[in-house]
């Protein structure tokens, strides 16, 4: 097999999607801890947070930090 068959396969590994998941994860970790320990304060950004995750992941993706289309 020659090296211009080969395609460089990054499993998700990109800024876009460790980005997105360091949010979400976050966003995770004060929801549960703001169910444990019932204060609104800590549950409502991580409510808020899970989507911000989500769209930080997409526009970074949108803006050339994510894996290139196959």
Sequence with gaps: MSSSNVQHVSHGNTVAAWTGVLILLVAA?????G????????WVPGVIGVPAGG???????????????R
Excluded at 29 to 33: Q, T
Excluded at 55 to 69: I, K, S, T, V
């Design 29 to 33: 970790g004060l929801i549960c801890l």
């Design 35 to 42: 169910i444990v320990f019932a204060q609104p304060f800590l």
């Design 55 to 69: 769209f930080a992941w997409a526009a970074l993706n949108r803006a050339g930090y994510g894996e290139e289309p």
